[in-house]
């Protein structure tokens, strides 16, 4: 069965200073790998995903992740973190086909507090 | 930007009644889903949708949950008997041919 583990319940970072999301991940064939976010009250954005091809994958809001099958891990990384970002992070697993892309499995997620 | 919508924002009901949460996918979409999350815990997967049919659906998903695409454009879930352990916030997902989930913004549903 697949599974998602992300290490970090909490995390605090100062304004400007870069950010690393951990995501590591459980699943028998290759993975299609995405990130949401969540603001408080809000509905689950997508911030990124993973299908295949440049394991560098950019998305939204200045946020990119590194796909590495050798650490069965899909990291979140962002260079400079504005107050905005401040929000609780999925890292999800699916798989490819159908319904199949939308049938994920998701992390417990990591909340992310931002000083000024 | 096309988006997902849920309704209501918020529903409060006793126990044993029945509910129905309601979503409007994205209009070029053919796949849809449910997941809840109860405080503090996962999203989790309850049941995808296709074709008018059921694709998969967890063991979650008992037989006092049910879909219905009663329409083109909604797609609803249906608890027939709430329980206080069905109180969640209770996410609608669409997706298309080829592609990612878009999530709406989710009802939060309170059983007392």
């Known amino acids: 069965a697949q599974s998602v583990t992300q290490p970090d319940i909490h995390i605090t970072v100062s304004e400007g200073a870069s950010l690393e999301l951990r995501c590591n991940y459980s699943y028998g064939a290759t993975p299609y790998l995405f990130w949401y976010v969540q603001s408080p009250g809000q509905g689950l954005q997508l911030l990124l995903k993973?299908?295949?091809?440049?394991?560098l994958v950019q998305g939204i809001k200045g946020f990119e992740a590194e796909f590495k099958r050798s650490q069965s891990s899909f990291n979140l990384r962002k260079p400079s973190v504005h107050w905005s970002d401040a929000a609780e992070y999925f890292c999800?697993?699916?798989?490819?086909?159908?319904?199949?892309?939308?049938?994920?499995?998701f992390g417990q997620g990591t909340i992310l507090t931002v000083h000024p | 930007e096309p988006e997902v919508t849920q309704t209501p924002s918020h529903q409060v009901t006793q126990m044993g009644q029945e509910v129905i949460l309601r979503c409007v996918p994205i209009s070029n979409h053919l796949y849809f889903y449910w997941y809840r999350q109860i405080l503090g815990q996962k999203v989790e997967f309850l049941v995808s949708?296709?074709?008018?049919?059921?694709?998969?659906k967890s063991e979650i998903f008992d037989d006092q949950f049910s879909v219905e695409r009663p329409d083109g454009s909604n797609f609803t879930l249906k608890i027939r008997s709430t329980k206080l352990e069905d109180s969640a916030m209770y996410f609608c997902?669409?997706?298309?041919?080829?592609?990612?989930?878009?999530f709406g913004q989710g009802t939060r549903l309170t059983v007392v």
């Open positions: 949708f296709y074709n008018n049919e059921i694709s998969e």
């Open positions: 993973y299908f295949s091809g440049d394991t």
């Open positions: 999800a697993v699916g798989r490819a086909g159908g319904t199949s892309y939308g049938k994920l499995t």
């Open positions: 997902a669409s997706s298309g041919q080829q592609g990612e989930a878009f």
